[in-house]
């Protein structure tokens, strides 16, 4: 797997408020949760496509 990248302080606080969704959908029992998991690697791709300088 490609090295991780450099995250802003932005986008940790989005991938932060990501897993607190799905703290609380554990929580009321939901485990299978796909769309946390796209949204973070979503957030990541940006990030990798930022510092590669693609747009």
């Keep these: 797997m490609a090295k991780e990248p450099k995250l802003t ?3 940790k606080a989005q991938i932060v408020r990501l ?6 959908r ?3 029992g939901i485990t299978h949760q796909p769309d946390i998991d796209r ?3 979503r957030i ?5 496509k930022r510092a590669n300088g693609d747009k």
């Design 26 to 28: 554990a929580a009321a």
């Design 19 to 24: 897993e607190v969704r799905g703290v609380r």
């Design 39 to 41: 949204g973070i690697e």
């Design 44 to 48: 990541k791709e940006r990030a990798r």
């Design 9 to 11: 302080g932005w986008e």
